[in-house]
Nanobody, 126 residues
Framework: QLQLAESGGGLVQPGGSLRLSCAAS????????TGWFRQAPGKEREGVSC????????YYADSVKGRFTISRDNAKNTVYLQMNSLKPGDTAVYYC???????????????????WGQGTQVTISS
């Protein structure tokens, strides 16, 4: 059974950092395009970052470029999202998602990913 589990969320002050983890079980995450999405209250779920299974290329939403970094540790079957210079606008539930489609990151939509984690809350507040 394919499962994804996010961790690492929490409450931090503006300007702080967090590292989110997305651990996979039941499948090899390296063979899946893996994305991070977020959903703030009253808003639609949006793509934040993605790492391609085919070439390891990383994709970022304009709102997080230069602040967030996605990476993969194949030995741990885990994808990370390092988030720096956090802003109150980054407050949301963060989800990781995976799909075997090599071009899922280029498509980038919620419907382009078949497997989802339960999410982890990130709150940026002073």
């Amino acid at each position: 059974q394919l499962q994804l589990a996010e961790s690492g969320g929490g409450l931090v002050q503006p300007g702080g950092s967090l590292r989110l983890s997305c651990a996979a079980s039941g499948f090899t995450l390296a063979y899946y395009s893996t994305g991070w999405f977020r959903q703030a209250p009253g808003k639609e779920r949006e793509g934040v970052s993605c790492i391609s299974s085919s070439d390891g290329a990383a994709y970022y939403a304009d709102s997080v470029k230069g602040r967030f970094t996605i990476s993969r540790d194949n030995a741990k079957n885990t994808v990370y999202l390092q988030m720096n210079s956090l802003k109150p606008g980054d407050t949301a539930v963060y989800y990781c998602a995976a799909d075997p489609t090599p071009y899922a990151c280029k498509l980038g939509g919620v419907r382009d990913f078949g497997s989802w984690g339960q999410g982890t809350q990130v709150t940026i507040s002073s």
